[in-house]
């Protein structure tokens, strides 16, 4: 084996929840771990493959806990897109993040992210 691969083995730039906050435009936070998750996988892939671009962030905050991504977020789970200073929709409501909620709030996706675009 060429090299070993180990939990801090991370090869995207992420940002830190306080600069992501700072930021505008399509925000994902995934959390920063080498060993892939299917959900963040999955999003990257959905947004590499839609010409998306975003910025990645860490969902630990600077003490390592998620007490800063609840707040921001109001929930304690990744993945979580968040467009420019739009709260992020809550897992389960009738706005969670899915092509059925892209076509409902069509003002808050990116136009690239929209059906049929």
């Known amino acids: 084996m060429a090299?070993?691969?180990s939990l801090n083995s991370i090869k995207l730039q992420y940002a830190s929840i306080e600069e992501a906050k700072g930021m505008s435009g399509l925000r994902l936070i995934l959390g920063a771990?080498?060993?892939p998750g299917p959900w963040r996988e999955a999003c990257k892939g959905l947004?590499?493959?839609k010409k998306v671009p975003y910025v990645p962030v860490t969902a630990a905050g600077k003490d390592g806990s998620d007490r800063e991504l609840r707040e921001w977020t109001a929930q304690a789970s990744a993945p979580v897109a968040i467009w420019?200073?739009?709260r992020p929709p809550r897992p389960g409501s009738s706005n969670s993040f899915s092509p059925n909620a892209c076509n409902r709030?069509?003002?808050s996706f990116p136009r690239v992210l929209r059906?049929?675009?």
């Open 84 to 86: 420019n200073d739009e």
């Open 47 to 49: 947004f590499y493959v």
């Open 105 to 107: 709030t069509r003002r």
């Open 115 to 117: 059906s049929g675009s």
């Open 3 to 5: 090299e070993e691969i």
């Open 33 to 35: 771990y080498a060993i």
